[in-house]
């Protein structure tokens, strides 16, 4: 599933090759390749364009460790966005891909900003009026 942002990525590069979405140029061919792997040495050298790239529209460096970004910490943006979005927990497993909810809980952990208005509702004085703790009489004898 492409949201709008990555649909225009994937049109703004399709017809450079007649099978492949992402290619590259290879150096001693002269024609495009797929790009068949994401971290390697064309991915290195795509950060640090953006680094630089960000340095030159923004005149400051980029943040710290922009250059050295991982595929992961992509999808972990991505995961946590997505809960941050209110996506529910079975559609950020499918977008995620992930078969285990353990690993979908893993990629996208609550922002302190939800932890901190959920444990707020407990103030609240609508919240007071259920029980808050049950006592169950110990059996004697």
């Known amino acids: 599933m492409l949201n709008r942002v990555a649909k225009s990525v994937v049109e703004s590069v399709r017809g450079l090759h007649p099978v492949n979405v992402f290619v590259r140029a290879h150096k001693k061919v002269g024609e495009p390749r797929p790009v068949t792997k994401m971290n390697n040495t064309v991915w290195t ?10 340095t030159k529209e923004h005149g400051e460096p980029a943040p710290a460790g922009f250059r050295s970004i991982r595929v992961r910490d992509l999808k972990h943006t991505f995961g946590r966005r997505l809960r941050a979005a209110g996506v529910s927990f079975e559609d950020r497993q499918d977008l995620l891909g992930h078969r285990s909810g353990r690993i979908t809980t893993h990629y996208s952990q609550a922002e302190l900003t939800s932890l901190i208005e959920a444990s707020e509702k407990v ?6 009026k259920s029980p808050a703790t049950t006592w169950l009489p110990r059996k004697t004898g």
């Not at 050298?45 to 960000?54: M, T």
């Not at 103030?123 to 007071?128: A, F, G, L």
Request: contains cysteine; negative net charge; hydrophobic residues 40%.
């Open 45 to 54: 050298a795509a950060r640090e364009r953006a680094a630089d790239a960000w």
């Open 123 to 128: 103030c609240d004085t609508e919240s007071r």
